[in-house]
């Protein structure tokens, strides 16, 4: 299994990128799949998340009405739509995905996820 995110790159504040993240060895239309960032010195954080069961959205409260997450099944793909990009949003974005079937865990909780991808890295900075 491997999971890649691209998309990522230096924005002005302001502005907008949309992640992708896709997987080979896996489908993604029935996973969970999340996506975190971590800054330098912080620890890292769910970002979005999109459930396998029922495609219930979740987002951190520091990205809410910014950042949309959603999948294009016939592609395989996860996306992240980050508009309205703050200094704060610079980190590296890495897309996880969960395959165990139980529904009892923190979307959030990193140790909840299975694969991962290597990250791509998103500068906003003017």
């Known amino acids: 299994v491997q999971i890649v995110e691209s998309g990522g790159g230096l924005v002005q504040p302001g502005g907008s990128l949309r992640l992708s993240c896709t997987a080979s060895g896996l489908t993604l239309d029935s996973d969970t799949v999340a996506w975190f960032r971590q800054a330098p010195g912080k620890v890292r954080e769910g970002v979005a998340c999109v459930s396998g069961f029922d495609s219930r959205k979740f987002y951190g409260n520091s990205v809410k009405g910014r950042f949309t997450i959603s999948r294009d099944n016939a592609k395989n793909m996860v996306y992240l739509q980050m508009n309205s990009l703050e200094s704060e949003d610079t980190a590296v974005y890495y897309c996880?995905?969960?395959?165990?079937?139980?529904?009892?865990?923190?979307?959030?909780?990193?140790?909840?996820?299975?694969?991962w991808g290597q990250g791509t890295q998103v500068t906003v900075s003017s």
């Open positions: 996880a995905v969960r395959i165990r079937s139980s529904t009892d865990f923190n979307v959030f909780a990193l140790a909840a996820y299975d694969h």
